[in-house]
């Protein structure tokens, strides 16, 4: 579905990110882990088009990035980040929002609305105000307001560092049979190791801006690339 190759993004005139190559294959759930700093955003920013690259390429469905139209391409992603960004309004609205900027027809959007809130446990909150929500409530929001969309790809960048590890583990756990059942293309960005081998089909380690290493998690904390990779999975 994605294919990456020979890929430079610079960001304040500095390198911030090399991927040689990488491909994703649909329905394929990839966990990105690296130390803070290391480009794991940068990667999901620039996968999103939200950064250009200074070389290489990132091809969707066999297509260059730069061919695609901006808004056609984005309609293909949804965003899911560490805050969860809601706004004044109820949960059901929230959801909604995106349908709403895309116009479409109220009785399918209700019909969105409820089954995502329901995958994401937050059927009987619908008619709450955001304001009112729990942490870990209001990051289920967020995961339905993003599956709403019936995104191709699904960006989430430490979508749980901020709840405490009780609903981290809730979260993931639900998250997991959704991805299980929905076979949604997702790319997840988190610092914890357990957590990217629990979660993810596959790890991508990046270190000090480069993409060291992919594969499976045993497979790379048996093998890893170098002496970086060595240090940081061994954790896992």
């Not at 995104?151 to 405490?164: G, H, I, N």
Request: charged content about 30%; hydrophobic content about 40%; overall charge positive.
């Amino acid at each position: 579905m994605i294919s990456i190759k020979n890929l430079l993004v610079q960001r304040n005139g500095r390198d911030a990110l090399k991927v040689d190559s990488l491909t994703i294959q649909k329905g394929e759930t990839l966990a990105v882990v690296g130390p803070n700093g290391a480009g794991k955003s940068t990667f999901l920013l620039a996968l999103a088009h939200l950064l250009k690259s200074s070389k290489g390429e990132i091809t969707l469905h066999d297509k260059p990035q730069k061919e695609w139209n901006d808004l056609e391409y984005r309609r293909k992603i949804a965003f899911v980040f560490q805050d969860p960004l809601l706004m004044d309004m109820s949960v059901r609205e929230n959801i909604a929002l995106g349908l709403k900027f895309r116009k479409m027809d109220k009785n399918e959007t209700q019909e969105r609305v409820d089954k995502w809130a329901k995958a994401m446990g937050v059927g009987k909150l619908l008619e709450r105000k955001a304001g009112q929500l729990s942490g870990g409530e209001a990051q289920r929001v967020s995961l339905a307001r993003a599956f709403v969309l019936d995104p191709e790809l699904l960006l989430m960048d430490e979508p749980f560092s901020a709840v405490d590890p009780q609903t981290r583990e809730k979260l993931l756990e639900d998250l997991s049979k959704v991805l299980a059942e929905d076979h949604r293309t997702t790319i997840f960005v988190t610092h914890n190791l357990k957590e990217a081998a629990q979660f993810g089909d596959r790890v991508a380690v990046i270190i000090d801006g480069e993409l060291k290493q992919a594969g499976k998690a045993e497979q790379i904390k048996e093998k890893p690339a170098d002496s970086s990779v060595r240090d940081f999975v061994r954790g896992l």
